[in-house]
């Protein structure tokens, strides 16, 4: 059984970067559960919505507002 989900943007550039991000139990429950639904890894999914907010990000100029003290 190959591998579903979304390709690789670039599949000669594989993740080398590794970050540590606490979530809570509820938001892990999710990933897996969104991870078993679309046959992937709970990294893969971590990694597509990553590459969503910084798409959604730079058309927007930017999701969070800045204030400025």
Request: charged letters at 40%; glycine letters at 6%.
């Amino acid at each position: 059984m190959g591998r579903t989900g979304r390709p690789r943007l670039d599949a000669a550039a594989p993740a080398e970067r590794s970050i540590s991000v606490r979530v809570t139990v509820e938001q892990q429950r999710e990933l897996r559960k969104v991870a078993a639904e679309n046959r992937t890894r709970v990294s893969s999914v971590i990694r597509e919505a990553v590459d969503e907010y910084v798409s959604d990000y730079r058309e927007s100029g930017g999701v969070f507002r800045r204030r400025r003290r």
